[in-house]
């Protein structure tokens, strides 16, 4: 069965920091590209940042570039988001999301609340 399951959200002032985890299991995760989303209240879904299988290739949203960090431990299956200096604005539900690139498929987690508020 596959799983995704994100955890590390919460309350935090501006300026502040969080790391959210995102565990893996039921799939290839070590083949798959894992990327980050985030969706504000309102708006649409929105990428944040992917990092290929072996972690040589990164990509960030403009909007969080120098910010945030994405990386991942394929032996431990488990992807991390490392934020820094927090915005109201990145305020929003984050969900994992895995391309399993060797069956094609697609999974999303169940998402973990940020809140940055003072």
């Known amino acids: 069965q596959v799983q995704l399951v994100e955890s590390g959200g919460g309350l935090v002032q501006p300026g502040g920091s969080l790391r959210l985890s995102c565990a893996a299991s039921?799939?290839?995760?070590?083949?798959?590209?894992m990327k980050w989303y985030r969706q504000a209240p309102d708006k649409e879904r929105e990428l944040v940042a992917f990092i290929t299988p072996s972690g040589s290739n990164i990509f960030y949203a403009d909007s969080v570039k120098g910010r945030f960090t994405i990386s991942r431990d394929n032996a431990e299956g488990t992807m991390y988001l490392q934020m820094n200096n927090l915005k109201p604005e990145d305020t929003a539900v984050y969900y994992c999301?895995?391309?399993?690139?060797?069956?094609?498929?697609?999974?999303w987690g169940q998402g973990t609340q940020v809140a940055v508020s003072s």
């Open positions: 039921g799939f290839t995760f070590r083949r798959s590209i």
């Open positions: 999301n895995a391309a399993d690139l060797y069956s094609s498929n697609d999974y």
